[in-house]
């Protein structure tokens, strides 16, 4: 294999780097909205369905975000798919870090409800909305589409409450206890409709393994770092402080959890984060924050520009109608399904409990994975999975705007 193709790659890198911090310093410094906000768009013009496509129409390397074939022993190796799905990782691991775990276990029924509320009532929205519009794609699309609904991509608003320093309030908390709970509902909710669209009936013991499995991995982890942190911190880290590589080592440990996970059908974001909540119990949790958190700000912009490369704009176009419905339904069942909870189990005031539910409504990279997959099982048609990209698109970027005045009144932006 030539060299041509990792010089190519390198240069993809730095452009998605240099819009991602472009389109942030512009959506902060003039637009006086969130950075991210500005990431996704940027992401969105230099995709290869718009001004990437234009630039470098015919280069099949960059347009196909540095694809290295024959890498590793594999057909295909998506480099910049494994940087940004690291840098979503790496972010999740800080924002568990800079968590505080008393308040995390203190509002844990709360963000249980939230993430219940968050998954019932947007499932329901998509199955009836699809089932009345479109009855031609039968039951497995309608499930997919409830499926699509139901999955929060916390990423973007864990940014946020970083940024205004908010995450280590109730709100912060709720909505953290809240996406790492939704992650398990999400798969399950995708693994039951997934195998009733292959087999065309409900396998009850899988879905029951995923939900045991996930809950009792996430709690001994938690369980581990709430109980034994003394432990974690004179074995696990002192042995690499003198070196001043202790943080870079608790890193490395999160991205292995983060894989861990994964065995159990597991989000790697969930292992990412819950290895953070590991480290935020120990006396080491400052310094590990302190240098990890540039690691963090050089990469997470990344992961978010990437995610509007995924975007293609021509494809929200088929459908209008359902697009528009589906967006409005999404928004709604999250905020209403998210705020009920935070508000009377919670005890939140209206604000801060409608802040959790703006706060859910993100749905993003998981969204189009789901409806990717139906997409290609054939139980969702094309027109259908342009309306996702258009409820992931407009999700991901009203939740900055709509989050924006409600942070204000708690005067925070």
């Not at 294999?1 to 003039?30: D, N, P, Q, S, W």
Request: glycine share 10%; hydrophobic share 60%.
């Amino acid at each position: 294999m030539g060299f041509e193709v990792y010089f190519k790659f390198i240069l993809t890198l730095a452009l998605v780097l240099i819009a991602a911090r472009i389109g942030g310093e512009l959506a902060e410094r003039y637009f006086k909205q969130p950075s991210v906000l500005g990431e996704v768009l940027a992401g969105v013009i230099i995709s290869p369905f718009a001004l990437g496509g234009l630039i470098f129409r015919g280069d099949p390397i960059i347009l196909n975000f540095a694809t290295i074939k024959g890498a590793f022993g594999l057909s295909e190796f998506h480099a910049m798919e494994v940087i940004s799905q690291i840098a979503v990782i790496i972010l999740l691991f800080v924002a568990g870090v800079k968590t505080d775990v008393r308040l995390f276990l203190k509002h844990g029924i709360t963000g249980a409800m939230v993430a219940i509320g968050g998954v019932i009532l947007p499932f329901c929205f998509g199955y009836l909305a699809t089932m009345m519009l479109c009855p031609e794609i039968k039951v497995q699309g309608w499930l997919f589409m409830g499926a699509v609904l139901t999955a929060t991509s916390i990423a973007l608003t864990v940014r946020i409450l970083m940024d205004v320093k908010k995450l280590h309030t109730a709100e912060g908390a709720i909505i953290l206890v809240a996406a790492v709970i939704d992650d398990i509902l999400g798969i399950l909710c995708f693994s039951i409709v997934a195998s009733v669209a292959k087999t065309g009936k409900l396998d009850i013991s899988h879905a029951t393994q995923i939900i045991v499995l996930g809950f009792a991995v996430w709690f001994a982890l938690l369980l581990i770092g709430v109980k034994f942190n003394k432990y974690i911190s004179k074995y696990l880290l002192n042995p690499f402080k003198d070196s001043g590589t202790m943080p870079i080592f608790a890193l490395i440990i999160g991205l292995l959890i983060a894989y861990l996970v994964t065995l159990v059908d597991l989000h790697p974001v969930v292992g990412a984060y819950v290895a953070g909540l590991m480290f935020a119990a120990t006396k080491e949790k400052e310094e590990i924050i302190e240098k990890t958190m540039p690691i963090m700000m050089f990469l997470s912009p990344f992961f978010f520009c990437y995610l509007g490369m995924q975007v293609n704009v021509w494809l929200m176009v088929g459908a209008p109608v359902i697009a528009t419905i589906l967006i409005v339904l999404a928004i709604i069942g999250k905020i209403i399904g998210c705020f009920i909870p935070a508000k009377f189990v919670g005890k939140l005031t209206t604000n801060r409990a409608m802040i959790v539910g703006v706060g859910m409504v993100p749905r993003a990279e998981v969204g189009l994975i789901i409806a990717g997959a139906g997409f290609l099982s054939g139980a969702i048609n094309r027109e259908l999975f342009g309306a996702v990209v258009a409820v992931c698109l407009v999700t991901t970027l009203i939740t900055p705007l709509m989050i924006k005045p409600l942070l204000a009144k708690e005067n925070l932006y």
